[in-house]
């Protein structure tokens, strides 16, 4: 079942009405929202999830291959769906996409609910190739579609108390048989200092080789942040929260001498348990490990950009 969904179809489960079409109410003007409530044209239709998706590739784009569209929709971590690579190809289609709510709060001026469909503006995607460098030293190229974060932020006025974002994924263990373990304190959280997130190189994909995100990579819309391991770039968001303070997020909770709040690829600082040196390439070589791996590059190859934002910072300490 494929629709575009409007924001009076949310169901019940995922807000309140009431408080969604009040909250709505307040904000269409501001944001300048399409939606059904107001009889606006000036908007494009958001794309239906059925379609493809079209952009232009942004010159934040590697050109490195593209792995196999095939092992990108297949090796996947997404605990959520369980803890194998092979899990969220299995059972990430279990998972209701549209309609699909995210929730803004915290330090801003502009908080409510809001559909997917209004929040990702048609005419605002991009494709950018980048490398998704998982800390667990593997990494793939692939062809996102989305929209820079900061774009989508700036609608919500974020007031001057707002030092970070913190993201969460939607929780539901009717749909995302993974949760039912605690392998994770669920729901997972991911959260960006305030100057991260609106880097222009932070993108809210909601498609990849062309086509809307599967299951499995994060649909509707998933965070990616190239310059840091995988981890930070959270999967199916519904919530984003404004804070004054660091916050939390999954990975730290779980393991904090493993895994911190920063998480930038560096290759001179290792995991506890393993080198983040080099890296294996997915799909990058067909005899042996000795032909995919390459060497992990400072900030995945974005220092040129990112570098100044952790000037005098301690990259071992703040890992
Ligand atoms: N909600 C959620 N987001 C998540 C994860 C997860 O388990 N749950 N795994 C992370 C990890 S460890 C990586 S490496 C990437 C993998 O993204 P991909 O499957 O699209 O390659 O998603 C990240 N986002
Ligand atoms: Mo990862």
């Not at 489960?13 to 109410?25: F, I």
């Not at 999967?235 to 001498?257: D, G, L, Q």
Request: overall charge positive.
């Amino acid at each position: 079942m494929i629709r575009v969904s409007k924001p009076w179809e949310l169901s019940e489960n995922q807000c309140t009405p009431e408080k969604l079409y009040l909250d709505r109410r307040q904000i269409i003007g501001s944001l300048g929202l399409s939606c059904g409530l107001v009889a606006s044209g000036a908007i494009a239709k958001p794309p239906a999830p059925d379609l493809p998706l079209v952009a232009k590739t942004s010159k934040w784009s590697i050109s490195d291959p593209a792995t196999p569209e095939k092992l990108a929709t297949s090796y996947n971590n997404f605990y959520e769906f369980g803890t194998d690579k092979s899990d969220p190809a299995k059972y990430a289609h279990a998972l209701i996409t549209r309609p699909w709510a995210i929730t803004v709060e915290g330090e801003a001026d502009k908080t409510g609910t809001f559909s997917v469909d209004d929040l990702i503006r048609p005419d605002e995607l991009e494709e950018r190739i980048y490398r998704l460098r998982c800390v667990e030293a593997w990494s793939m190229v692939i062809p996102w579609i989305g929209v820079p974060l900061r774009k989508i932020l700036a609608r919500f006025e974020p007031n001057s108390k707002a030092r970070y974002v913190q993201f969460e994924t939607r929780f539901e263990p009717e749909q995302m048989r993974g949760t039912r373990w605690p392998v994770l304190d669920w729901p997972y959280v991911e959260g960006l200092r305030m100057d991260e997130a609106m880097h222009d190189l932070t993108l809210m994909a909601v498609g990849m080789y062309g086509r809307h995100l599967p299951n499995q990579n994060g649909a509707p819309l998933r965070l990616i942040v190239p310059w840091k391991y995988g981890f930070k770039s959270i999967k199916s968001i519904v919530k984003i929260r404004f804070t004054a303070n660091e916050p939390t997020n999954s990975w730290k909770k779980s393991a904090p001498r493993e895994y911190g709040f920063y998480s930038n690829v560096n290759p001179k600082v290792d995991h506890p348990r393993w080198s983040q040196a080099t890296e294996r390439v997915i799909g990058g070589g067909s005899f042996s490990s000795l032909f995919n791996r390459r060497d992990t590059e400072m900030f995945n190859g974005y220092g040129e950009a990112v570098a100044q934002m952790y000037a005098g910072m301690n990259l071992k300490k703040n890992f």
